[in-house]
């Protein structure tokens, strides 16, 4: 069982603070980062926690990250998540 930090990202910022906070989780976590595309095809049942991070542009997110989160609602909820923007 893996768990997630998941990145929505236009130039590659907010992948770069994933990798950061990956590391500095702790040395045995079992964190896997995928990009937000990646991870419309994972079964999210499957994880234990979930990150998501995205940045911000124009004072918006990428409308796929909300229908991410819409579409996921039930699952999410039922997870240890935690949210980042940047
Ligand atoms: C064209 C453009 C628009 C941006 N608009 C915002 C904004 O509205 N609010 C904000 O806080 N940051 C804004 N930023 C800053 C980015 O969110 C920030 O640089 C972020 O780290 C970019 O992450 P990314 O490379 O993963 O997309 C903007 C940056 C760019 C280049």
């Known amino acids: 069982m893996e768990d ?3 990145y929505s990202s236009t130039d590659g910022q907010t992948k770069k ?3 950061t906070i990956k ?3 702790s040395s045995n976590n079992n964190f896997k980062i995928i990009s937000l595309n990646e991870a419309l095809n994972v079964n ?3 994880c234990k926690k979930i990150i998501l991070g995205a940045s911000i542009r124009y004072g918006r997110h ?3 990250v909300l229908n991410f989160v819409i ?3 039930n699952i999410l909820n039922s997870k240890k998540t935690a949210f980042f923007f940047c």
């Open 44 to 46: 999210l049942e499957k």
């Open 23 to 25: 590391a500095h989780i």
């Open 4 to 6: 997630l930090i998941i």
């Open 71 to 73: 579409k996921n609602k």
């Open 62 to 64: 990428n409308k796929n």
């Open 17 to 19: 603070i994933c990798e």
